[in-house]
């Protein structure tokens, strides 16, 4: 169990908290965490993204769009859990729920005014012994919730957030808590005044759906295929 924790820590932070990654300048730390019967439909979604419900790398990991925003600061708040449960003979499933804050700022302006992105991430992950002995997992099910963004905007490739300045289109949808752990459906919402975040098998295809909304968005979580 401690492996299978260690290994779903490293996964979270190598594709949720890495400047590079974030940054879309690099994968291969996350990839290698990744079962390689899953390889290819990774590799599929970093190179070619869709909004299938299968190749959507903003499911895999946090992407921005390098030519839209970056970190204005390194420090990103995190608060979540992790939970475990023995699925079988020799295997274990983790399940994981965290919210990311990230302080942004125009790609094109290193002295633009920051503002805040919110990503909640909530994982679905296997583990067999092979996996254990390799630290290697397998994505059952991913499902990412991110804003503000303007309702529409396509994030299976990378996340767009809205700036400093920036307005969504007009109209006001229900608010979402990017804190409530039993939240989760609203295709598209306004983030809800946020609380405090503190620090915090083979041949099998993940579910990696990513999504946004004017502020918080989700990707319909459907079955493993």
Request: no cysteine; hydrophobic share 40%; net charge positive.
């Given at each position: 169990?401690?492996?299978?924790?260690?290994?779903a820590?490293?996964?979270?932070?190598?594709?949720?908290?890495s400047p590079e990654v974030l940054a879309g300048r690099e994968e291969r730390a996350v990839r290698l965490l990744v079962d390689p019967a899953q390889a290819d439909q990774f590799?599929?979604?970093?190179?070619?993204?869709?909004?299938d419900g299968l190749h959507a790398a903003t499911g895999w990991l946090v992407r921005l769009d390098p030519a839209h925003a970056v970190l204005a600061v390194p420090d990103i708040r995190v608060q979540g859990v992790l939970d475990y449960a023995e699925t079988g003979p020799g295997t274990l499933e983790i399940t994981t729920d965290?919210?990311?804050?990230?302080?942004?700022?125009?790609?094109a302006d290193p002295e633009g005014d920051p503002s805040l992105m919110v990503v909640r991430r909530a994982l679905r992950l296997s583990f067999d012994r092979d996996a254990l002995r390799a630290r290697q997992l397998e994505l059952l099910n991913s499902r990412t919730e991110a804003g503000p963004l303007a309702c529409g905007t396509a994030a299976s490739a990378h996340l767009r957030p809205l700036l400093a300045g920036e307005k969504a289109p007009a109209g006001r949808p229900?608010?979402?808590?990017?804190?409530?752990?039993e939240s989760g459906g609203a295709v598209c919402g306004t983030l809800a005044e946020p609380r405090p975040a503190g620090?915090?098998?083979?041949?099998?295809r993940a579910d990696a759906s990513g999504g946004a909304g004017p502020s918080a968005?989700?990707?319909?979580?459907?079955?493993?295929r």
């Open positions: 169990m401690i492996a299978a924790l260690s290994t820590k490293e996964y979270l932070v190598h594709s949720s908290l590799d599929a979604a970093l190179r070619r993204p869709a909004a965290h919210t990311f804050v990230y302080a942004v700022r125009p790609a229900p608010a979402t808590d990017p804190y409530a752990r620090s915090g098998g083979a041949g099998r968005t989700a990707g319909d979580p459907g079955a493993v």
